[in-house]
C-alpha cells in the first residue's frame, strides 16, 4: 500500500511564507506526475500545482502564479510546494497527490491514484 504524508502547515500572517512537504512511502511505485490540491472551508478541492516528472514541466493555478513553486525528488517521490506572499485566501487544507497513468494534464482530481491526509495551511489577515 502506497501512503502519502504531507508535513509544513501550520498558521502564519498574511505577506509570510511556508513550504509544505510530501513523501510516499510503502508500496514502491513509479509516479508519472505529483501535484497538490487545496479545499478550503465550505468550498469544494480544488488543483494548485502539479509537476511532471519527464521534462520537469509545472503548472499552477491562476490564484497562485507567481508566488508558489513546485519542486521535488522523482526517485524519492517527494514532492514540495514553496508557498510565498501567502493571502487569506490561500487559507485551506492541503492535499499532495500522485498519478502514476500517463493520461491527462494533472489538473483533475480523478487523475489521480494516491492522496495524502492533508495539512491545514491558515493565513490570518
Known amino acids: 500500500q502506497v501512503q502519502l504524508v504531507e508535513s509544513g502547515g501550520g498558521l502564519v500572517q498574511a505577506g509570510g511564507s511556508l513550504r509544505l512537504s510530501c513523501a510516499a512511502s510503502?508500496?514502491?511505485?513509479?509516479?508519472?506526475?505529483m501535484g497538490w490540491f487545496r479545499q478550503a472551508p465550505g468550498k469544494e478541492r480544488e488543483f494548485v500545482s502539479t509537476?511532471?516528472?519527464?521534462?520537469?514541466?509545472?503548472t499552477y493555478v491562476e490564484s497562485v502564479k507567481g508566488r508558489f513553486t513546485i519542486s521535488g525528488d522523482n526517485a524519492k517521490n517527494t514532492v514540495y510546494l514553496q508557498m510565498n506572499i501567502l493571502k487569506p485566501e490561500d487559507t485551506a487544507v492541503y492535499y499532495c497527490?500522485?498519478?502514476?497513468?500517463?493520461?491527462?494534464?494533472?489538473?483533475?482530481?480523478?487523475?489521480?491514484?494516491?492522496w495524502g491526509q492533508g495539512t491545514q495551511v491558515t493565513v490570518s489577515s
Open positions: 497527490a500522485a498519478k502514476s497513468r500517463r493520461v491527462g494534464l494533472g489538473l483533475a482530481e480523478y487523475e489521480y491514484d494516491y
Open positions: 510503502g508500496r514502491t511505485f513509479s509516479s508519472y506526475a
Open positions: 509537476i511532471f516528472w519527464r521534462g520537469g514541466s509545472t
